[in-house]
């Protein structure tokens, strides 16, 4: 069993996005990203299968896709996806994701 404090990620950087390897199985990844205001976590995509998850710890921002209209990104709200399907985030304000991969690449 293991049990992760999120408070302990919560570092910020002005040169760019903050990550945070949580946790790393043959199973699943957990990462931790934290954006400050106007930062973008570019849109991108994964020649894998699985999925990946995003939720939005703190903040507010959106979601973002290839080609489609952004969607409002609020704290608790997740978004889950293909790993092969378009994702990103933009944060409006200082913003915390965390992204879960299954299975990891």
Do not use: C, W
């Not at 390897?21 to 957990?30: G, N, T």
């Amino acid at each position: 069993m293991k049990i992760i404090h999120l408070d302990e990620s919560k570092i910020f950087e002005e040169k760019g996005i903050k990550r945070f390897l949580l946790h790393d199985s043959p199973y699943f990844r957990i990462l931790n990203f934290n954006l400050q205001a106007g930062q973008i976590f570019p849109v991108h995509r994964h020649p894998a299968e699985g999925q990946v998850s995003i939720q939005v710890i703190d903040g507010t921002g959106q979601f973002l896709g290839e080609d489609e209209a952004a969607i409002p990104a609020v704290a608790g709200d997740i978004l889950v996806s293909d790993i092969d399907e378009p994702h990103g985030v933009m944060a409006i304000t200082d913003m915390r994701i965390l992204v879960t991969i299954a299975p990891p690449f």
